[in-house]
């Protein structure tokens, strides 16, 4: 099965990335507040963006890459103007 970067975006207009192998499981998890602690009471959460990242291992380092940008930076990712492989690069 495979895994996905995911940018939720919460209620007060920031981004949350996290992965998952099923972004429609994870979402609703989230959304029941058994989703990760930071995003409690930060809701609505809607789903900005998914990418298909391939293995876990490639997830866990799209993860990290992308939760080190600049909120710029990830709205570019949500829109498209900037893509996860050139981003992975550097």
Do not use: F, Q
């Not at 298909?52 to 709205?75: I, P, W």
């Amino acid at each position: 099965m495979p895994w996905y970067l995911y940018l939720l975006r919460c209620g007060d207009g920031s981004l949350y990335t996290g992965i998952s192998n099923d972004v429609a499981r994870r979402l609703e998890a989230h959304r029941a507040g058994r989703g990760a602690r930071c995003l409690r009471g930060r809701g609505p959460l809607t789903l900005a963006r998914r990418i298909r990242v391939g293995s876990r291992n490639d997830a866990l380092r799209a993860e990290h890459r992308v939760k080190g940008l600049k909120k710029e930076r990830k709205e570019k990712l949500v829109r498209g103007k900037v893509k996860l492989k050139d981003l992975m690069k550097k």
